[in-house]
T-cell receptor, first 114, second 117 residues
Framework: DAGVIQSPRHEVTEMGQEVTLRCKPI?????LFWYRQTMMRGLELLIY????????DSGMPEDRFSAKMPNASFSTLKIQPSEPRDSAVYFC????????????FGPGTRLTVT | AQTVTQSQPEMSVQEAETVTLSCTYD???????LFWYKQPPSRQMILVIR??????QNATENRFSVNFQKAAKSFSLKISDSQLGDAAMYFC??????????????FGTGTLLAVQP
């Protein structure tokens, strides 16, 4: 099992640029989660999909953030335009059942916005 | 709303010794899941152990075990025979058993564990 795959692992961009983070969940998992980790706020959920449908996006900070899951094996998190305060580690996680099973995390993408 | 509190920002243990990391939580739900995740310097989030609230028996995974006190809303992690590879940030997390908007993990602020050789 390849685990959750995220790309890129590191991203450095300038303020105002568009950033796209990618995630491939574990095959067979039907729930996908995007988390953000910062020193100030710790780990927080941004958005959660179940069967490719967004269920809870209350954690998305503002309209500059958007997420899609066009199929069961791929999701993107886009920031447009990016700002320095978006600098963080972004994790994707997946789970087998919405109500039952533990979430498995990808290696994360470290985003730096200068 | 549920909250998770880890009151020990940092802990240290000698190799081969035992250490206990504390976690308390607040919830009005009677059923839920609790987890401990490990985050080494590689920043990968690794699931260490899981506990279902309806189970009275404490979960155990090799050298890792929990002390789950439901009435006290306490969920501590015990690491026995500590190894250098156990050095990491440890996060306690809560999850409601229900679907929909409550399916997210709620994390504590973490405890940084150092293992001294």
């Amino acid at each position: 099992d390849a685990g959750v795959i995220q790309s890129p692992r590191h991203e450095v961009t300038e303020m105002g640029q568009e950033v796209t983070l990618r995630c491939k969940p574990i095959s067979g998992h039907n729930s996908l989660f995007w988390y953000r980790q910062t020193m100030m706020r710790g780990l927080e959920l941004l958005i959660y999909f179940n069967n490719n449908v967004p269920i809870d996006d209350s954690g998305m900070p503002e309209d500059r953030f958007s997420a899609k899951m066009p199929n069961a094996s791929f999701s993107t998190l886009k920031i447009q335009p990016s700002e320095p305060r978006d600098s963080a580690v972004y994790f994707c996680a997946s789970s087998e059942m919405a109500n039952g099973y533990e979430q498995y995390f990808g290696p994360g993408t470290r985003l730096t916005v200068t | 709303a549920q909250t998770v509190t880890q009151s020990q920002p940092e802990m240290s243990v000698q190799e081969a010794e035992t250490v206990t990391l504390s976690c308390t939580y607040d919830t009005s739900e009677s059923d839920y899941y609790l987890f401990w995740y490990k985050q080494p310097p590689s920043r990968q989030m690794i699931l260490v152990i899981r506990q279902e609230a309806y189970k009275q028996q404490n979960a155990t995974e090799n050298r890792f075990s929990v002390n789950f006190q439901k009435a006290a809303k306490s969920f501590s992690l015990k690491i026995s025979d500590s190894q250098l590879g156990d050095a990491a940030m440890y996060f306690c997390a809560y999850r409601s058993p229900y679907g929909g908007a409550t399916n997210k993990l709620i994390f504590g602020t973490g405890t940084l564990l150092a293992v001294q050789p």
